[in-house]
């Protein structure tokens, strides 16, 4: 099916949650102005919506394919993504001394949310590249950025992350990836990397590996990690492309979904001749990374998003044209659009709930990092207790989303013809990869948590409470999880709060979340359209039911570790 933006309710967004005229009245981004936001947040839904989304089916069927250690696209990925470099959609938020148009966060937010709601899979190949962005801009060297940044920003060249390895799995301080100095400065990089999302391909001019590897005589442990960048093609001295460099793609994954995304396994210095350059200070490399990765959790929560926009709209197309059945209890025994059936209405105004109260979320953390870019006090704090939550909630959601897309199909859901398979398939991944749910949870009650002795937290529900007045049930869960934040930080010990990490997490999600719906709903009181009244319902449905399920939480939050160890692990294994 075809793809439609949802344009308004990604400028309501971008104005209410992220606030973007408070952002835009600072100087570094006095661009954003209300007629260049309309503008950004149209032109890219148009292009998405032309050029992205009629690869989406064909990306997937026919999928990456890797012969002689190449691999190529389908026909049409390659036109696609030239027409979005030379459009300067990649170039959005990047620093304009490298060629970037310097605008906020929460613009770049949009272009990725239309993008990947088009193409997911395609669209991992941008949302790489901000990654790499981040951690050359903010750890580079002046030549680095010199030498990468300029034709990372305009997507002439491609970004990867290299962490994962065949033993270490999320255990990042196992690796055994080496760095060896060759004495002329740079150094000679041996080892394999697992999961590298378009690791190789055959659509930009050059790839810029960052990755991981141990120097000699390093810490044991991710203490002992370092950064360096790899480009698949040396760079000369005057940024022009030269020798292929001494690394390969080995293979691609054979996956459950996002067939259009190469997942490739990466060997480095098979030769014993891969060059790489240390990126910041040896042994600091995880903390490059995380630079890196903390934009990635906040991209890879949009996804969630995405998956769910795109799911959504498939769904409820099918329901305004399946028809089938009278309505119950009518007077007239004709059949009509599934779409009149109660059931069918509670499952299309979930997943429409879920998804606008996630991309609520969305653009509110994107509007706090704009504010912490600015050194506006205390945003960058608040974003980083949301990445958790927008990367964990967010995905799980695009994963529910997608799910009843296909129930509504019935079983033409479950065939393929129709697509809504494959964005449930697609969805899978999010919820795993740049750090497992599971690992959100725990990042949100070992160390967001602690923050400023858990006043950071606190505050932000705090303030969701304050945001959710005329929807008690929002009120009561953001009460109760401070509650659970005290017990937590004060009671609970590590087992504990590790044991209800997943259902805190989720907890303060909808909390927030559901605050920043109602905002929403708040900011179109008075306004008598179709727009404001649909908003009003969603946002009472979010509240009166989304939220009570999160209230419900309460006790897996604060149920202790206790019953998870009274089985051996032998006998709960089975």
Same mark, same amino acid.
């Given at each position: 099916?075809?793809?439609? %933006?949802? /344009?308004? @309710?990604?400028?309501?967004?971008?104005?209410?949650? !992220?606030?973007?005229? *408070?952002?835009?009245?600072?100087? +570094?981004?006095?661009?954003?102005?209300?007629?260049?936001?309309?503008?950004?947040?149209? =032109?890219?839904?148009?292009?998405?919506?032309?050029?992205?989304?009629?690869?989406?089916?064909?990306?997937?069927?026919?999928? %990456?394919?890797?012969?002689?250690?190449?691999?190529?696209?389908?026909?049409?990925?390659? $036109?696609?993504?030239?027409?979005?470099?030379?459009?300067?959609?990649?170039?959005?938020?990047?620093?304009?001394?490298?060629?970037?148009?310097?605008?906020?966060?929460?613009?770049?937010?949009?272009?990725? #949310?239309?993008?990947?709601?088009?193409?997911?899979?395609?669209?991992?190949?941008?949302?790489?590249?901000?990654?790499?962005?981040?951690?050359?801009?903010?750890?580079?060297?002046?030549?680095?950025?010199?030498?990468?940044?300029?034709?990372?920003?305009?997507?002439?060249?491609?970004?990867?992350?290299?962490? /994962?390895?065949?033993? %270490?799995?999320?255990?990042?301080?196992?690796?055994?990836?080496? &760095?060896? +100095?060759?004495?002329?400065?740079?150094?000679?990089?041996?080892?394999? $990397?697992?999961?590298?999302?378009?690791?190789?391909?055959?659509?930009?001019?050059?790839?810029?590996?960052?990755?991981? &590897?141990?120097? +000699?005589?390093?810490?044991?442990?991710?203490?002992?990690?370092?950064?360096?960048?790899?480009?698949?093609?040396?760079?000369?001295?005057?940024?022009?492309?030269?020798?292929?460099?001494?690394?390969?793609?080995?293979?691609?994954?054979?996956?459950?979904?996002?067939?259009?995304?190469?997942?490739?396994?990466?060997?480095?210095?098979?030769?014993?001749?891969?060059?790489?350059?240390?990126?910041?200070?040896?042994?600091?490399?995880?903390? %490059?990374?995380?630079?890196?990765?903390?934009?990635?959790?906040?991209?890879?929560?949009?996804?969630?998003?995405?998956?769910?926009?795109? !799911?959504?709209?498939? !769904?409820?197309?099918?329901?305004?044209?399946?028809?089938?059945?009278?309505?119950?209890?009518?007077? @007239?025994?004709?059949?009509?659009?599934?779409?009149?059936?109660?059931?069918?209405?509670?499952?299309?105004?979930?997943?429409?709930?879920?998804?606008?109260?996630?991309?609520?979320?969305?653009?509110? /953390?994107?509007?706090?990092?704009?504010?912490?870019?600015?050194?506006?006090? =205390?945003?960058?704090?608040?974003?980083?207790?949301?990445?958790?939550?927008?990367?964990?909630? =967010?995905?799980?959601?695009?994963? *529910?989303?997608?799910?009843?897309?296909?129930?509504?199909?019935?079983?033409?859901?479950?065939?393929? *013809?129709?697509?809504?398979?494959?964005?449930?398939?697609?969805?899978?991944?999010?919820?795993?990869?740049?750090?497992?749910?599971?690992?959100?949870?725990?990042?949100?009650?070992?160390?967001?948590?602690?923050?400023?002795?858990? !006043?950071?937290?606190?505050?932000?529900?705090?303030?969701?409470?304050?945001?959710? &007045?005329?929807?008690?049930?929002?009120?009561?869960?953001?009460?109760?999880?401070?509650?659970?934040?005290?017990?937590?930080?004060?009671?609970?010990?590590?087992? @504990?709060?590790?044991?209800?990490?997943?259902?805190?997490? /989720?907890?303060?999600?909808?909390?927030?979340?559901?605050?920043?719906?109602?905002?929403?709903?708040?900011?179109?009181?008075?306004? #008598?359209?179709?727009?404001?009244?649909?908003?009003?319902?969603?946002?009472?449905?979010?509240?009166?039911?989304?939220?009570?399920?999160?209230?419900?939480?309460?006790?897996?939050?604060?149920?202790?570790?206790?019953?998870?160890?009274?089985?051996?692990?032998?006998?709960?294994?089975?």
């Amino acid at each position: 099916m075809d793809y439609v %933006a949802p /344009t308004s @309710d990604q400028i309501l967004a971008i104005s209410v949650n !992220a606030g973007i005229a *408070e952002i835009a009245a600072h100087e +570094p981004f006095a661009a954003a102005s209300p007629d260049m936001v309309e503008a950004i947040v149209e =032109g890219i839904g148009q292009f998405a919506a032309g050029e992205f989304a009629p690869l989406n089916r064909k990306g997937d069927v026919e999928g %990456a394919k890797l012969a002689d250690q190449t691999v190529t696209l389908p026909e049409g990925f390659a $036109k696609a993504y030239h027409a979005y470099v030379e459009q300067g959609w990649n170039a959005i938020a990047g620093p304009p001394e490298h060629g970037g148009q310097g605008l906020p966060f929460s613009l770049a937010t949009s272009v990725i #949310e239309n993008l990947g709601s088009a193409n997911m899979a395609f669209t991992l190949l941008p949302l790489l590249t901000v990654g790499a962005i981040e951690a050359l801009q903010h750890h580079g060297s002046q030549g680095q950025k010199a030498h990468y940044l300029p034709k990372l920003i305009s997507g002439e060249w491609s970004g990867t992350m290299n962490l /994962t390895e065949p033993q %270490a799995g999320s255990d990042v301080g196992a690796l055994r990836t080496t &760095a060896t +100095p060759r004495g002329d400065g740079t150094w000679s990089i041996k080892g394999t $990397k697992i999961y590298i999302t378009w690791g190789e391909h055959d659509l930009t001019e050059n790839i810029v590996h960052l990755v991981l &590897a141990r120097t +000699p005589g390093a810490p044991a442990g991710s203490r002992g990690i370092s950064l360096f960048v790899v480009p698949k093609f040396l760079v000369e001295a005057d940024g022009s492309v030269g020798a292929r460099n001494d690394l390969r793609c080995a293979g691609i994954e054979h996956k459950l979904g996002i067939m259009a995304s190469p997942t490739c396994v990466m060997t480095f210095g098979d030769d014993d001749a891969c060059v790489g350059e240390l990126v910041g200070n040896e042994n600091e490399g995880l903390k %490059a990374m995380f630079t890196m990765m903390n934009s990635a959790r906040i991209n890879v929560g949009n996804q969630g998003v995405q998956i769910a926009e795109r !799911a959504l709209q498939q !769904a409820s197309r099918y329901a305004r044209d399946r028809i089938q059945s009278a309505r119950a209890g009518s007077a @007239d025994k004709n059949p009509v659009a599934i779409i009149e059936h109660p059931d069918v209405r509670r499952m299309l105004l979930r997943m429409r709930a879920l998804t606008e109260g996630a991309r609520a979320l969305l653009y509110y /953390t994107a509007g706090l990092v704009d504010r912490g870019a600015l050194g506006i006090s =205390g945003a960058q704090a608040r974003a980083d207790c949301l990445v958790p939550l927008i990367k964990a909630w =967010g995905t799980d959601i695009g994963c *529910e989303v997608a799910s009843i897309g296909v129930q509504i199909h019935g079983g033409m859901g479950f065939v393929e *013809e129709t697509g809504a398979a494959q964005h449930y398939r697609d969805a899978r991944i999010a919820p795993i990869y740049e750090g497992t749910n599971g690992i959100q949870a725990a990042d949100l009650v070992t160390r967001k948590l602690g923050y400023e002795g858990g !006043a950071v937290l606190t505050s932000l529900l705090a303030e969701a409470a304050r945001d959710a &007045a005329g929807y008690p049930v929002l009120q009561s869960l953001a009460q109760d999880c401070i509650a659970i934040a005290g017990w937590m930080s004060t009671d609970a010990s590590l087992d @504990d709060r590790l044991a209800g990490s997943t259902a805190f997490c /989720t907890m303060c999600a909808v909390a927030i979340g559901g605050a920043q719906l109602a905002r929403q709903a708040a900011a179109l009181v008075g306004q #008598e359209t179709v727009k404001a009244k649909a908003k009003s319902v969603v946002t009472r449905y979010f509240a009166q039911t989304i939220a009570a399920e999160a209230m419900g939480l309460k006790a897996a939050a604060t149920a202790g570790a206790g019953l998870l160890y009274e089985l051996d692990s032998a006998v709960l294994a089975g």
